[in-house]
Nanobody
Framework: QVQLVESGGGLVQGGDSLRLSCAAS????????MGWFRQAPGKEREFVAA????????YYAGSVKGRFTISRNNAKNTVYLQMNSLKPEDTAVYYC?????????????????WGQGTQVTVSS
């Protein structure tokens, strides 16, 4: 089992950057593929980005590709989401999640453990 704690959210203006962090504790962090998801008010949770166990493969939603970068540091048990050129439509609660099944999934149902979320608000 793994516990996940997100941090780094906040209120920024359009065009600004933020870096989210997700610290993991518990079972060996490198045994999990990791993902970031987000949920805006009144909307369903959506996939943002995912990264393989080694960090060698990354995947992005079309809406964030080229602006967001997911990375991980297995020595620090942490996964990051660097968000650049933020837009008001990026406003949401951002969640990190861990998946201990083979492969890397973009479906929330594929993830076994979730953090509590961190709020990101982008003003226009």
């Amino acid at each position: 089992q793994v516990q996940l704690v997100e941090s780094g959210g906040g209120l920024v203006q359009g065009g600004d950057s933020l870096r989210l962090s997700c610290a993991a504790s518990g079972r060996t962090f490198s045994s999990y593929a990791m993902g970031w998801f987000r949920q805006a008010p009144g909307k369903e949770r959506e996939f943002v980005a995912a990264i393989s166990r080694s960090g060698g493969r990354t995947y992005y939603a079309g809406s964030v590709k080229g602006r967001f970068t997911i990375s991980r540091n297995n020595a620090k048990n942490t996964v990051y989401l660097q968000m650049n050129s933020l837009k008001p439509e990026d406003t949401a609660v951002y969640y990190c999640a861990a998946d201990d099944s083979p492969g890397v999934s973009s479906a929330g149902s594929g993830y076994d453990y979730w953090g509590q979320g961190t709020q990101v608000t982008v003003s226009s």
